[in-house]
């Protein structure tokens, strides 16, 4: 038997026949009458992409609306002692 780590890939033999495929075949239990099963896959196909584009594009206007300005500056760690001077920030 070949050791598996000295084996090249293109010392692996071709299969002796191509395997043939499978023919699709439709139950023939399931009739017209079992089309509701499907139902709510459907529906979750169709309301699912519906409900996240909706939501993404609720949270980018929300986004977009929000004033900035208006609100209070952030709480740093150097604000909680106030009597000290906070020090200057240069960029």
């Not at 993404?56 to 604000?79: E, I, N």
Request: aromatic share 6%; no cysteine; net charge negative.
């Amino acid at each position: 038997m070949l050791d598996p780590h000295t084996v090249i890939a293109t010392d692996i033999p071709p299969p002796a026949s191509k395997p043939e495929r499978a023919r699709v075949e439709i139950d023939p239990d399931l009739t017209r009458h079992d089309v509701w099963l499907f139902v709510p896959l459907i529906a979750a196909a169709v309301a699912l992409p519906l409900i996240a584009a909706g939501t993404l594009g609720f949270s980018a206007w929300h986004l977009a609306r929000q004033d900035l300005a208006s609100k209070a500056p952030p709480v740093t760690f150097a604000s909680r002692w106030p009597e000290h001077e906070m020090p200057v920030v240069t960029r």
